[in-house]
T-cell receptor, first 117, second 108 residues
Framework: EVQLVESGGGLVKPGGSLRLSCAVSGFTFNTYSMNWVRQAPGKGLEWVSSISSSNYIYYADSVKGRFTISRDNAKNSLYLQMNSLRVEDTAVYYC???FGMGAFDYWGQGTLVTVSS | QSALTQPRSVSGSPGQSVTISCTGS?????????VSWYQQHPDKPPKLIIYDVSERPSGVPDRFSGSKSGNAASLTISGLQDEDEGDYYC????????FGTGTEVTVL
């Protein structure tokens, strides 16, 4: 059974940092691209970042220069280092497994990040 | 990376069909076949229901269908059922991903 479990969310002040983790199981992690997608309270989905099996990395313009995606294939884990956090980064952050070209077939339950003073 | 445009809401009675449009603005859907659709129920993660414009993952009912014409993609739900109520998002992939603005489907 495929499982993706996010952790690391919480309350942080503007300008602060957080590191999200996503532990995965049930598939060969090192052969798939992985992504972070977020959803602000009551709002729609927003793609944040992706990392391929070969470590090609892409970011949304809204987080470029502040967020860093990484993976540890030995630990079957995906990470998102978030620096210089802003109020508008407040959201549930999902990790998602990429399927084929351009789709997400498995999602975690999400972890809530709240940026507030 | 502007969001794709979807209608805010659509509704239909059980058994009817509804169609949700997804239109590119600065994102051009025209030349790409990597459009996916997601269903989301309250406080749940999204669920993939269509990929590659019109393909259904295993286990997704065939009342869900997708298509694309020019710069617009569409999701049709035929034979609407109560459990289809929720939010639906399109997504385009062009090296990076862009989601649609989301559509709330209400079953009357």
């Amino acid at each position: 059974e495929v499982q993706l479990v996010e952790s690391g969310g919480g309350l942080v002040k503007p300008g602060g940092s957080l590191r999200l983790s996503c532990a995965v199981s049930g598939f060969t992690f090192n052969t798939y691209s992985m992504n972070w997608v977020r959803q602000a309270p009551g709002k729609g989905l927003e793609w944040v970042s992706s990392i391929s099996s070969s470590n090609y990395i892409y970011y949304a313009d809204s987080v470029k220069g502040r967020f860093t995606i990484s993976r540890d294939n030995a630990k079957n884990s995906l990470y998102l280092q978030m620096n210089s956090l802003r109020v508008e980064d407040t959201a549930v952050y999902y990790c998602a497994k990429e399927f084929g070209m351009g789709a997400f077939d498995y999602w975690g339950q999400g972890t809530l990040v709240t940026v507030s003073s | 990376q502007s969001a794709l445009t979807q209608p805010r809401s659509v509704s239909g009675s059980p058994g009817q069909s509804v169609t949700i449009s997804c239109t590119g603005s600065s994102s051009d859907l025209r030349g790409y076949n990597y459009v996916s659709w997601y269903q989301q129920h309250p406080d749940k993660p999204p669920k993939l229901i269509i990929y590659d414009v019109s393909e259904r993952p295993s286990g997704v009912p065939d009342r869900f269908s997708g298509s694309k014409s020019g710069n617009a993609a569409s999701l049709t739900i035929s034979g609407l059922q109560d459990e289809d109520e929720g939010d639906y998002y399109c997504c385009s992939y062009e090296g990076t991903f862009v989601f649609g603005t989301g559509t709330e489907v209400t079953v009357l």
